[in-house]
């Protein structure tokens, strides 16, 4: 079975430029999140779709991020304008609707903004 | 103050040695508890859910106390191979985002 997978796997952008990161969760899962770890912290959550549905955006930083799940597919993470403090690794994870906790992790997208 | 607190680490141990990690999390209403592995440059994988009872995979085992909010990890006879940081995680609710601590960097040395 293949696992999540995340495109593109490092991205080196100027400040201002718009970014788009892309997800790809296990087949058939209906839980997508994503999360983001800077320089020196914590993994952190950024936010929770069910299917389509945003279900909790609640650690999404700023309106500079827009994150959708057209179809309840695959999820993109976008962006707009990129700022220095954006750099990081940005990590998607899927579940399915049992009652099984466990998140399976995509590789992440190393982001940098210069 | 964190959600969720562990050991600063770094922890340099010889093969074959124990080594325990502590962990705190700071909100009573938590409903589960994890430990996750996260290898150089790679993501967190799990490594196993942790229970009131205590539980035990193999070399690990995990506990936890919900009324001192303390979570642990045992390494027994310590492999190079379990060199990674380790990730002290907690969820609650039915959203299950998982908060994380910061991470206890481990090596097992030859």
């Known amino acids: 079975e293949a696992g999540v997978t995340q495109f593109p796997s490092h991205s080196v952008i100027e400040k201002g430029q718009t970014v788009t990161l892309r997800c790809d969760p296990i087949?058939?899962?209906?839980?997508l999140y994503w999360y983001r770890r800077v320089m020196g912290k914590e993994i952190k959550f950024l936010l929770h779709f069910v299917k389509e549905s945003k279900q909790d955006e609640s650690g999404m930083p700023n309106n500079r991020f827009l994150a959708e799940r057209t179809g309840g597919t695959y999820s993109t993470l976008k962006v707009q304008p990129a700022e220095l403090e954006d750099s990081g690794v940005y990590f998607c994870?899927?579940?399915?609707?049992?009652?099984?906790?466990?998140?399976?992790f995509g590789p992440g997208t190393r982001l940098t903004v210069l | 103050r964190k959600e969720v607190e562990q050991d600063p680490g770094p922890f340099n141990v010889p093969e074959g040695a124990t080594v325990a990690f502590n962990c705190t999390y700071s909100?009573?209403?938590?409903?589960?508890f994890f430990w996750y592995r996260q290898d150089c440059r790679k993501e967190p994988k799990l490594l196993m859910s942790v229970y009131s009872s205590g539980n035990e995979d193999g070399r690990f085992t995990a506990q936890l106390n919900r009324a001192s909010q303390y979570i642990s990890l045992l390494i027994r006879d310590s492999k190079l191979s379990d060199s990674a940081t380790y990730l002290c995680?907690?969820?609650?609710?039915?959203?299950?985002?998982?908060?994380f601590g910061s991470g206890t960097q481990l090596t097992v040395l030859p």
């Open positions: 909100n009573s209403a938590s409903q589960s």
């Open positions: 994870a899927s579940t399915g609707t049992s009652l099984s906790h466990e998140q399976f």
């Open positions: 087949s058939g899962h209906d839980n």
């Open positions: 995680v907690v969820s609650f609710g039915s959203a299950r985002q998982l908060t």
